[in-house]
């Protein structure tokens, strides 16, 4: 059974600092690995994409890393915003075209 | 440029009733795919089609049921309403069968009382 894990499942922070976000998946032969952010009863945004060559992706204050090889990916968010509070959620693709997602990661960034 | 449109954004149904939700994919993007998210979970996938033919299937019982139109538009249809069936549907869009990422929707509110 495919599986994603996302450590931890609540954060809170002070404004400024650096956020570390965890997610590890248990199938090596994804295609790709997404990282959405999720505001209360809202839809999925997109932030970043990684196809299964690549190493990373930035985009802004985030950059997403990913090692298919020990089944993690990690989103570091630089210098945290009030603004960035929000569900942060990992999905990977693989064989079956769908998604798999993880349960979250809920984000409080303290002014 | 539109981005995935869902209707209605909310609605509240009774048990044992019928459902019909709606998407509008991005222009030009082919594939769509349905997800649940039950309250503080990760969406749970239950169906995705590519060019009007369904490309898979969630673990999901057969009251569920979803089609592709000529225009890529896509319907979600839920029989035989249960308490459980409450919960934000998903819709998601994508250039190509495989490869790409996914755009969602805002989702559709469901309330089964």
């Known amino acids: 059974k495919q599986e994603v894990t996302q450590i931890p499942a609540a954060l809170s922070v002070p404004e400024g600092e650096n956020l570390v976000l965890n997610c590890s998946f248990t199938d090596s032969a994804i295609y790709n690995l997404q990282w959405f952010r999720q505001d209360p009863g809202k839809g999925l945004t997109s932030l970043l994409l990684i196809q299964s060559s690549q190493r990373e992706q930035t985009s802004g204050r985030l950059n997403a890393s990913l090692d298919k090889s020990s089944g993690r990916s990690t989103l570091y968010i630089a210098a945290s915003q009030p603004g960035d509070s929000a569900t942060y959620l990992c999905?990977?693709?693989?064989?079956?075209?769908?998604?798999?997602f993880g349960g979250g990661t809920r984000v409080l960034v303290k002014p | 440029d539109a981005g995935v449109t869902q209707s209605p954004t909310h609605l509240i149904k009774t048990r044992g009733q019928h459902v019909t939700l709606r998407c509008s994919p991005i222009?030009?993007?082919?594939?769509v795919s349905w997800y649940q998210q039950v309250l503080g979970q990760g969406p749970q996938f239950i169906f995705q089609y590519y060019e009007k033919e369904e490309r898979g299937r969630g673990n999901f019982p057969d009251r569920f049921s979803a089609r592709q139109f000529p225009n890529y538009s896509s319907e979600l249809n839920v029989n035989a309403l249960l308490l459980g069936d409450s919960a934000l549907y998903l819709c998601a869009s994508s250039l190509a069968e495989r490869l790409g990422g996914y755009t969602f929707g805002s989702g559709t509110r469901l309330t089964v009382v």
């Open positions: 999905a990977f693709k693989a064989a079956g075209n769908k998604l798999t």
């Open positions: 222009s030009g993007h082919k594939s």
